[in-house]
Structure formats: C-alpha cells, structure tokens
C-alpha cells in the first residue's frame, strides 16, 4: 500500500518567514494530494490540494508543488504569520480513474509548525 | 462542517467494556472513513465504506468493528475496550473534491 513521509516533525519560523513542509509517497498510481491544517483541538481542515495534472497550485499565501517524477511534494507557506501556527498534514491517495472517485487518503505523520511573533 | 457530526465529545470506559462511537453526515456522501489520532503517528485509517453496506478494513482495524446499514451513519464499535484505544477518533466523509473530519470523540480507556 502508499506510504506518505513529511518532513520536518517540526518547524519553528519567525513571523514573515517562509516555511516549507515536504513529504514523499510510495505508490506511483497516486494521483491526488491535498494539505490538512488542524488548529490544536479542532479537526482537520483541507487548505490546498493537487492532483497530478499539474505541477503548481497557489491560493494568496500558501502554495503546493509535486514532482511527480520523484514522487514528492511540498507546502510553502509565504508571510507566515502567528495564525498559521498549527498541525500541517499532507496526503495521497489514488483519487480519480476512469471518472471514478475511489481510494483512500495515505496520511504523513504531520508537522507542528510554530510561528513566533 | 455542521453536516458531520459524532458523538459522544468525549467518552472515559474500563477495559473490557464495549464502546460505540457514532458518526452522521447530512450531505449523502458515499464515502466514510474512521481515523484514529496519536502523537507520533498522524492519522491512521481505521476502517472506511465506499457505501451502504460496503465496508473494508483500514491500516489498524484490529479490535474494532463498523456497520453501515445507511448512508448518513458509520458507527465505529470497540467490542472489548482496550488500553491502546485510548485516542482522539474521527469520523470523515468525502463528496469528490474534499474529505470533511468530525470534530472528533476523545476516548479515554482505564
């Protein structure tokens, strides 16, 4: 089955800097990457996925990349400011075939960022 | 986010005794999923169902058992409660673009 690695298990970043998360999958077929922040206490939340028809998406401050050649991807967080602070979990799954949604989300063990004013 | 919700919030039981854990959604999506959380460990899947009466197992389905009899419920039961069930359990459903957590049931397992 997919097995997901993120790193670093922590990140501690100054306000206004940039912070990046990366992560590595296994199975080759995997074709959908989304980004989960979860605030302490509170679920999961998705922030930015990626599927594997590009190679770039950005949304204001936050941007995900994939190499799908070398089967990683990674979060930038740009002008990070103290409400960014918070759990960042990346994932993969084999989303879509044939227009069909099926597979499950491969969870990374998740990184605690830290953003001090 | 209103449209999944589980409960109980929280729930403290005793080893050896049979915990329930109900997950509703209200969009009719067909997938659910059962996480559970731990420090070190991210979220690992616990059980999932592509629909009613589908079901399959997860990374760590030993100890627990799931029914789906409709599509809007995924109770999550551990039939002998035991110390290492002891986490944060959440519940998740997913339309084709986005999965959607529960707010999560912490258990506590004396």
């Known amino acids: 089955g997919e097995n997901v690695e993120q790193h670093p298990s922590t990140l501690s970043v100054q306000e206004g800097d940039s912070a990046v998360i990366k992560c590595t999958y296994s199975?080759?077929?995997?074709?959908?990457f989304p980004w989960y922040k979860q605030e302490l206490g509170k679920r999961p939340q998705l922030i930015i996925d990626?599927?594997?028809?590009?190679g770039e998406k950005k949304d204001q401050r936050i941007a995900v990349t994939l190499n799908k050649t070398a089967k990683h991807f990674s979060l930038h967080i740009t002008e990070t400011q103290p409400e960014d602070s918070a759990v960042y979990f990346c994932?993969?799954?084999?989303?879509?075939?044939?227009?069909?949604?099926?597979?499950?989300?491969?969870f990374g063990q998740g990184t605690i960022l830290t953003v001090h004013p | 986010d209103a449209g999944i919700t589980q409960s109980p919030r929280y729930k403290i039981t005793e080893t050896g005794r049979q915990v329930t854990l109900m997950c509703h959604q209200t969009?009719?999506?067909?997938?659910m999923f059962w996480y559970r959380q731990d420090l070190g460990h991210g979220l690992r899947l616990i059980y999932y169902?592509?629909?009613?009466?589908?079901?399959d197992k997860g990374e760590v389905p030993d100890g627990y058992v799931v029914s789906r009899s409709k599509t809007e419920n995924f109770p999550l039961t551990l039939e002998s409660a035991t110390r290492s069930q002891t986490s944060v359990y959440f519940c998740?459903?997913?339309?084709?673009?986005?999965?959607?957590f529960g707010p999560g049931t912490r258990l506590t397992v004396l």
């Open positions: 969009w009719s999506h067909s997938y």
């Open positions: 990626i599927r594997s028809n590009v």
């Open positions: 199975d080759s077929a995997s074709n959908y």
């Open positions: 169902s592509a629909a009613a009466d589908i079901t």
């Open positions: 998740a459903s997913r339309n084709y673009n986005e999965q959607f």
């Open positions: 994932a993969a799954s084999t989303h879509w075939a044939g227009g069909t949604s099926y597979g499950k989300l491969t």
